[in-house]
């Protein structure tokens, strides 16, 4: 994974699954021409979808939305976290549009657009917010998509799934993670 550094260890991510693979996307935007080229090529699989905006989790995914709606010439809206993550079970956080931009959301028809895509956790937070306020998710889209549990959430629901780059990741429920069952201490660290 050449975009961005990438450490090995027994990570718990923001959906509760835990993964032996951290990447840190952070570095992946320094490089505008190399971002230029996965916009351009993100741009290209979004384009025969009708939907009126773009939205993108504000950690994360914002930057991705906010350029693409720019490019595809669409309305932009991010969301933010409204649920910390920390309670116990899975897909606990929470992300919600701010609530003065909440009534002129509810007439759009979103692409959800994130920098990454693993478990979905913020994706899937984001498309409930929007489906609660009457506005539906007509595609998903990722410059890198990660392991499938997103992708599977998202089409077992009937909304396609784009990405520029698809790459595996391990994802494991807390049961069933091997590095648990080694006894590794768990690396927790804030993702969408």
């Known amino acids: 994974m050449d975009f961005a550094p ?3 260890g027994h990570f718990v991510l923001e959906s509760g699954l835990h993964t032996d693979t951290w990447l840190e996307l952070e570095f992946a935007f320094v490089d505008q021409r190399a971002m230029q080229r996965r916009y351009e090529a993100l741009e290209l699989l979004l384009k025969p979808f009708e939907f009126t905006a773009v939205c993108g989790p504000l950690m ?5 939305a906010q350029t693409l709606a720019q490019r595809l010439g669409k309305n932009f809206y991010y969301t933010q976290r ?10 606990q956080a929470g992300y919600q549009i701010p609530e003065g931009l909440q009534a002129s959301a509810a007439r759009e028809r979103f692409a959800i657009i994130d ?3 693993s478990a979905g956790s913020s994706t899937r937070a984001t498309s409930a917010h929007l489906a609660s306020l009457g506005a539906p998710t007509i595609v ?3 410059l890198w998509l990660l392991g499938d549990v997103g ?4 089409e077992t629901s009937g909304i396609p799934v784009v990405a520029h780059e ?4 391990g994802l494991w ?18 993702t969408a």
């Open 6 to 8: 990438v450490q090995h």
């Open 60 to 64: 994360g995914g914002a930057l991705v």
């Open 82 to 91: 409204a649920i910390d993550g920390t309670g116990a079970g899975m897909y």
């Open 115 to 117: 920098d990454a895509m």
């Open 140 to 142: 998903v889209g990722a």
């Open 151 to 154: 992708r599977k959430h998202f």
């Open 166 to 169: 698809r790459l595996p990741l």
């Open 173 to 190: 429920e807390p049961g069933e993670c091997p590095a648990c069952a080694r006894g590794l201490p768990l690396d927790r660290r804030v």
